[in-house]
C-alpha cells in the first residue's frame, strides 16, 4: 500500500502576480520586425517598388517622398483611408481637390482589402490628431497618385484580430486568416528563432547542416508511418517518423556534429493538436556525453529566445524520472505552480468524483486543522500514534488539504499527477493564476527505464523510447540479469508541462546493439541489418536529441494550439480545408503504383462517385 | 528553308589554359574547414571530451597538452599512427618504453579504421622529418593515454580516395563513403553555402523561413506525382513537386517575403542524375517584377559563393528564348565556350554520321580555304553571287568550317546545339579545354512562349511551366487572339549549360487565372477552385523562382553527379542500396490505408514471396 503527499507539499509552492498578456492590437503589429531589427536591419524595400513599409514611417520620415503598397483597411468619410502591410498599419489622406479626381476615384470606391499602391509625401498630423497607440500615430501620408493593384471581393469575415471565427473558417481561408497580425507575429518569431539556432549550431559549434531522406524503409514495429506505393508491384517506400537512423549513419560517416530542421511525419488518425506532419530540431553529436548535449541546448536555446520574452535561465535543474513520478505523477511536470490553499469543500467532493469517473480510483481527502487532527475518513483507519509521522513526511502545515489514494505505484501517481492538474484548471477558473503564461519553467527528465513491459503482453520487453537507446553505464550488467530495471541514458527536455525534446546517447557497440534487438526485443534484426553493420565499421561514442518545434513555438507565442505556429496546417482530422486534401484519385493514377483502393463492404456506394 | 551558321561564329571563341582541378587529397582537408573559418570561427571541441581537433594542430599548440578522438588511418612498424577527423590527419608517436605497454597494446593491435581517444603532449617532429604537404606536419603527438572506443572489422573498401570503388558499393556503404575527403567537403560546403544564402534572404533582406505541408492534393496533370494513402477509403494525399501553391498563398496573406530550403518530390522513374527528393531554394516576393528577382538572385549567390572558388561577376548576362535556341540551339547554353578550329576532316564524318543517326536529320559541311573557295557538297546548289552575302552573315574567317543544316526551325537548332556539344566532347577528348571547371558563366533566358502545343494533341495547348506564369504585359492582347504567339514572364538561370533555377511573376488577377485555366489550358478549374477564390481576396502582384539546389553544389563542387552533394542519395532506379528501399509491406499493414497491391499477371509469383 503506496500513500502519495506530494499534493501537500505543492500547496505551498508559490503564486505570484501575474502580468496579463493582452490581446495584440493592429496598432502594434510593427512588434513583430522589433524582433529582428533587435539584431539586425533587414531591407524590406530591397528590389521592390515601394520605397517604404506602411509600419515603419516615423516623425523622422517628414517631408519624405515615399511609395508605398498595402491593402485597405479601413476607410473614413472618403477623407481618411489607413493602409495595412505586414509591418503595420499607416493613414492616407485622400486628396479632395479637383485636380486629383482619379486619384480619389481609385481610393475611395476599391473594396476593403484591395490592394494599392500609392505615392506620395510623409507630413504631420494636425495638432491634437495623433495618435499614440499606433506607432505610425504621428504622420500621415498625403497622396499625389494611387494605383489599383488588385480588386478585393467581399470577404467571409473581417481581417481584424478581434472578430472571432470559428477554426473550420480560418483554415479554410488560411490565406485570409495569415493578414492577421497573430498569424505574421508567429510566423516571423518562428523564422527568426530557428535562425538563431542556426547560428549557433552552424556558426558557433560547427554543425553541419544536412538534409536526410524522407523516402525510406520502414521502422521495425513502426506503425504509424505513412506509406508511399512505389513503381515497382508490391514495394513501398515509408515517410519516417524521425531522421534516427540517418543521424546515426551520419555519425558513423565522421560528420562528427549533424543538425537539420527536419520534416517528420506520424499517421496517428485523429489525435488533437497533433499535425501528420511535423518539424524538429534535430541534433546528433560524436564523443560527447549527456552532460554535453545537456549544454548544448541549454544553450542553444538561451541563444535564440526571443528578446521580448523573459529570459531562459541556465542550467536547467534536472530530475530522475522515478522522482518526477513520485513528485508530480507525470514524467512532464509543470514546475510553473505548487499549490494554494484555495480548495473549498465542495471541491474535493468533485475531485473525489473525477478520480472515480475517469480512473476507477478512490481518493481519501484530508483536512488538517489548527490542532493537526485529521478531519478525514481514512483517519479511523490510522493509528494515532502513527499519525505524526505521517504528517512529517507529508510536510503539512495547518489548514492544508492531504490527498490520499493506494494503489499501484505507477497508477497512484499518475491519478494523483493528474488530479494535480485538474486542482489547478478548478483554481483557475477560480480567478487563481497558478500557469503563468509568460514564464518558461525548462526541467530535464533523466534515467528512465530503457525497457517497458509489452501493452498487449507484458512478459515481453518494448523500448521505452527507441532501441538504439544506451543503457545507463551502472546498470549494463542487469541487462543480462533484469532488464526491467536497467535504467537509459535517454533525457526528455520539459517545458511548463509539455514535453518539448527528448534524446539519448546511443549504443555505438555493435554486439550490445544486436543483444538488444535480437535477444530482448525479438526484433527482426534483418529490417536492421544495415546499422548492425555500419556499428561494426567504426561507429564512434555518439548522442543527440530532437526539439519539437512546433510545440516549442506554440508555448513561446502562449498560443492555444499548435495550428497557429503553422502556415497551413491540417485539421485535427489530417485534413487541409482550404483545399478540400486528401482527395480521389482517379484508378488510373493509381495504376503506375499496382494499387487498388480496398473499399469497405458498408462504403462500396462511395465507388461509384 | 533555315540555314544555321552559328556554329562558326562559335569556332572564333576563347579557349582559354586551363587551371586544371588536381584530386585533393586527404592532406589537405582542413581545406573543409577553412570555407567557414574565413568568415567565423566555430568552437569544434565544444561541448565534447576532445581538446582540439585533429586537423587543426600547428607549431603554435607545442607544448599542449591534448586530447584527440579519431580513427587509425594508417600505422607503420608500430612506431607511428596516423589518426583522423573530419577536420583531417595528425601523426601519433606510440610509446615504445616499457611503462607504456598497455597503450602500446592498443594502440598497436586495434584493426585499421577504429575509434581511439588519445592524451598526450604536442611535439615538434624531428628536423627533417616535417612534412611540408601536411597541414599538421610540422608536429606530432606524444602519447600518455589511449583508450579503444570502437574496434572496426574488415572493411569492404578501404577510406582512401584514391581507392576506386563502384558507386553501387559506394551507396551500399554510405556510411564508409562519407568518411572520404570529397563527401565531407562537399556536404559541408553545402551547408555553409546554404547558410549564407539564409544569412542573404532573411538577415539582409527581410524575408521569413515558412515551412509549407507536403502532404498535399494532386495538381492537375499532375502526373509524377508520389501519392500517399489515407485512413480514409479512397482518398489520398500527394507529395508536391514545390511548393508553388503555398508560396503564392503565403503572398496573398501578407506575409510579403518567403523563402523555403523546401524539399520536393518527383516520381520519374528511373531516370539518370535526377532522384525521387530533392531541394530547391524556393523564393516568392510581393510588389516585384522580373528585374526585382534577378537583381536578388544575383545578390544573393555573390553573396553565399564559397570564398575559395572564382567569384560570381553580376549582373549576369539575360537572353531571350528565341535568341538562345537561334543561337545556341538550347535554352540552357554553356557560354563558357565557342569553338576553335581543331576538327579534322574525319571528325565531320563521324559528326555527320552522329546527326544521321540520333536526329535522322543531314548536315552539310562548308570548309572555307584561303581563297574563300567553298570546299562542300553543298557548293554546287548556292548560287556563287550569293556565297559572299552568306559569308558576310555567317562572319566566318579562312580556316573556318560551317555546320549547315535545313528543316523546321526548332528541330534545325536542337539538332545543331545537341552537334555543338558534341563537337565540344570531341574536342575534350583531343585535349582541348573547352569547358573550364573551374568557371562559371551564368545566363538569363527570358521571353519564354508561354504556352506549347501539347505533345499528344498539337492542337491543343500546354502551359510552357505551369498555369500561374503570367504573359508578357505586351503580349497580353494576344491571349485572345494568337495565344500561341504569347510570350511569358517566366526567367530561367542556366549556369554551364544547365538549368539552375527558374521562375516567374505569377497572375494576381481571378479573371485572367480562370480564363487562363479554363478556356485556354481546358483544366477541371474545380481542383484549383481555392487558388482562384484566393485571387479573389485581394492578391499583391507577386513573383518568384526557384533554383535547384542540388544541381547548383554540384556545379559549384564540380561534382560528375548530384548523387555526390547528397547525403544518402537512391539509385538512378529510385533506390537506396544501403537499406534495400523500397520494400515490401505485410498486407496487414496495408489494410489501415484501404489499398491491396495489384500484382501484374507475369510476377504473379512474386506475390507468394
Redesign the interface.
Known amino acids: 500500500m503506496y500513500f502519495s503527499s506530494w499534493l501537500s507539499q505543492l500547496y505551498r509552492g508559490l503564486s505570484r502576480p501575474i502580468r496579463r498578456t493582452t490581446q495584440p492590437i493592429w496598432g502594434s503589429l510593427s512588434r513583430s520586425l522589433m524582433l529582428?531589427s533587435q539584431r539586425?536591419n533587414?531591407?524590406?524595400s530591397?528590389?521592390?517598388?515601394?520605397t517604404n513599409t506602411c509600419g515603419e514611417l516615423r516623425s523622422s520620415h517628414l517631408g519624405q517622398e515615399v511609395t508605398l503598397?498595402g491593402?485597405i483597411q479601413y476607410r473614413r468619410q472618403n477623407t481618411f483611408l489607413v493602409l495595412?502591410?505586414?509591418h503595420g498599419l499607416v493613414q492616407v489622406i485622400i486628396p479632395q481637390d479637383e485636380s486629383a479626381a482619379s486619384v480619389r476615384k481609385i481610393l475611395c470606391e476599391a473594396p476593403m482589402?484591395?490592394?494599392v499602391?500609392v505615392s506620395g509625401t510623409v507630413i504631420s498630423r494636425p495638432a491634437g490628431q495623433e495618435n499614440p497607440k499606433m506607432p505610425t500615430g504621428e504622420i500621415e501620408i498625403k497622396v499625389k497618385t494611387a494605383e489599383l493593384?488588385?480588386?478585393?471581393?467581399k470577404?467571409p469575415f473581417e481581417i481584424k484580430d478581434f472578430m472571432k471565427k470559428t477554426e473550420a473558417l480560418r483554415l479554410q481561408?488560411?490565406?485570409?486568416?495569415?493578414?492577421s497580425f497573430q498569424?505574421?507575429y508567429n510566423?516571423?518569431l518562428r523564422?527568426?528563432m530557428?535562425?538563431k539556432m542556426?547560428e549557433y549550431l552552424?556558426?558557433?559549434?560547427?554543425f553541419?547542416?544536412?538534409?536526410?531522406?524522407?523516402?525510406?524503409?520502414?521502422t521495425p514495429g513502426g506503425?504509424k508511418e505513412?506509406?508511399?506505393?512505389?513503381?515497382?508491384?508490391?514495394?513501398?517506400?515509408s515517410?519516417p517518423q524521425s531522421p534516427q537512423?540517418?543521424k546515426q549513419?551520419?555519425m558513423?560517416?565522421?560528420?562528427?556534429?549533424y543538425f537539420q530542421v527536419a520534416?517528420c511525419?506520424r499517421?496517428e488518425?485523429s489525435r488533437p493538436d497533433r499535425q501528420?506532419?511535423f518539424?524538429q530540431i534535430d541534433i546528433e553529436?560524436?564523443?560527447?556525453?549527456q552532460t554535453?548535449?545537456q549544454?548544448?541546448i541549454e544553450g542553444l536555446l538561451q541563444y535564440s529566445w526571443p528578446n521580448d520574452k523573459a529570459p531562459v535561465v541556465v542550467p536547467f535543474p534536472s530530475m530522475t524520472f522515478a522522482e518526477a513520478l513520485a513528485t508530480y505523477g507525470t514524467d512532464k511536470p509543470d514546475t510553473r505552480f505548487g499549490m494554494k490553499k484555495y480548495l473549498k469543500r465542495k471541491d474535493i467532493e468533485s475531485i473525489r468524483k473525477f478520480s472515480a469517473d475517469h480512473f476507477d480510483q478512490e481518493i481519501l481527502p484530508v483536512f488538517l486543522n489548527t490542532n493537526r487532527n485529521w478531519n478525514s475518513p481514512v483517519a479511523n483507519f490510522i493509528m494515532e500514534s502513527k499519525r505524526p509521522e505521517l504528517i512529517r513526511l507529508m510536510e503539512t502545515q495547518e489548514e492544508d488539504v492531504v490527498l490520499l489514494t493506494a494503489g499501484e505505484h505507477n497508477k497512484a501517481c499518475s491519478l494523483l499527477g493528474k488530479l494535480r492538474l485538474e486542482c489547478a484548471d478548478l483554481l483557475e477558473t477560480r480567478g487563481v493564476v497558478l500557469r503563468d503564461p509568460t514564464l518558461f519553467s525548462f526541467l530535464w527528465i533523466v534515467d528512465f527505464p530503457l525497457f517497458l513491459p509489452k501493452e498487449e503482453n507484458p512478459r515481453e520487453l518494448e523500448s521505452a523510447h527507441h532501441p538504439f537507446t544506451a543503457p545507463h553505464p551502472s546498470d549494463i550488467h542487469l541487462l543480462y540479469t533484469e532488464p526491467k530495471k536497467v535504467r537509459s541514458q535517454h533525457y526528455d527536455l520539459v517545458l511548463n508541462g509539455n514535453e518539448i525534446g527528448g534524446g539519448s546517447i546511443r549504443i555505438?557497440?555493435a554486439e550490445l546493439q544486436r543483444y538488444i534487438l535480437a535477444t530482448l526485443l525479438k526484433e527482426d534484426v534483418k529490417l536492421l541489418s544495415?546499422m548492425l553493420q555500419?556499428?561494426?565499421?567504426?561507429?564512434?561514442?555518439h548522442g543527440g536529441i530532437a526539439l519539437g518545434l512546433d510545440r516549442l513555438i506554440c508555448l513561446v507565442t502562449g498560443s492555444p494550439s499548435i495550428r497557429d505556429v503553422?502556415?497551413?496546417p491540417?485539421s485535427f482530422r489530417?485534413h487541409?480545408l482550404?483545399?478540400?486534401?486528401?482527395?480521389?484519385?482517379p484508378p488510373e493514377?493509381?495504376?503506375p503504383?499496382?494499387?487498388?483502393?480496398?473499399?469497405?463492404t458498408d462504403?462500396r456506394a462511395?465507388?461509384t462517385h
Not at 558513423?252 to 556534429?257: E, N, P, Q, S
Not at 553529436?285 to 556525453?289: A, E, H, L, Y
Request: hydrophobic share 35%; with cysteine.
Open positions: 529582428s539586425r533587414p531591407e524590406y530591397s528590389f521592390v517598388v515601394r503598397c491593402w495595412r502591410d505586414f482589402e484591395s490592394v499602391q493593384l488588385n480588386a478585393c471581393k470577404l481561408y488560411r490565406y485570409l486568416d495569415l493578414r498569424m505574421q510566423l516571423r523564422s527568426q530557428v535562425m542556426r552552424c556558426n558557433l559549434h560547427g553541419v547542416d544536412i538534409e536526410t531522406p524522407t523516402l525510406f524503409k520502414r506503425a505513412f506509406l508511399v506505393p512505389s513503381r515497382e508491384p508490391g514495394k513501398f517506400y515517410l537512423q540517418f549513419l551520419l558513423v560517416g565522421g560528420l562528427d556534429r520534416r511525419y499517421d488518425g501528420p506532419e518539424t553529436m560524436s564523443f560527447v556525453d554535453g548535449i549544454n548544448l555505438h557497440n544495415h555500419a556499428l561494426d565499421y567504426g561507429a564512434p561514442p503553422i502556415a497551413f491540417k489530417g487541409d482550404m483545399s478540400n486534401t486528401p482527395d480521389s484519385i493514377e493509381l495504376k503504383y499496382h494499387i487498388q483502393v480496398s473499399w469497405p462504403s462511395a465507388k
